[in-house]
């Protein structure tokens, strides 16, 4: 069984923020290059929409056959899905001819913990 994770930026694997909120403190360096390259990926808007079906996937992760139908080609999702490995936002494995997606721990902590207490 391969396993295609990626090197992933680093987050807690706790509910724990890894950042205080923006509220609270400026951001260090290390900080916002990390959350940047989070919400970067998450800008468009089919990452948007895979990332949001691998995090509702009442399994807690996917089959990429699972949310591959969002208007755009089969290379076109694997590509969306490698950038959202690539910031750290996804975890990936192979099984079989499959790949199945979870979001990565501590990640929707993380950018909640970023975004609290701000008001829109």
């Not at 807690?12 to 290390?30: H, I, Q, R, Y």
């Not at 949310?67 to 076109?76: A, F, K, L």
């Amino acid at each position: 069984m391969s396993n295609l994770k990626t090197p992933e930026l680093p987050l807690l694997d706790t509910v724990e923020p890894c950042c205080p909120p923006l509220t609270s403190a400026a951001l260090s360096e290390e900080d916002s290059v990390r959350m940047a390259g989070m919400f970067k990926a998450l800008g468009d808007p089919v990452r948007l929409r895979l990332f949001s079906r691998v995090a509702s996937h009442p399994d807690g992760e996917a089959c990429v056959c699972d949310i591959s139908d969002v208007g755009v080609s089969q290379p076109t999702v694997s590509h969306h899905l490698k950038k959202l490995r690539e910031v750290g936002l996804l975890d990936s494995e192979r099984r079989g001819t499959w790949v199945y997606y979870r979001v990565a721990p501590g990640v929707l902590a993380a950018m909640a913990g970023l975004l609290a207490g701000i008001d829109g």
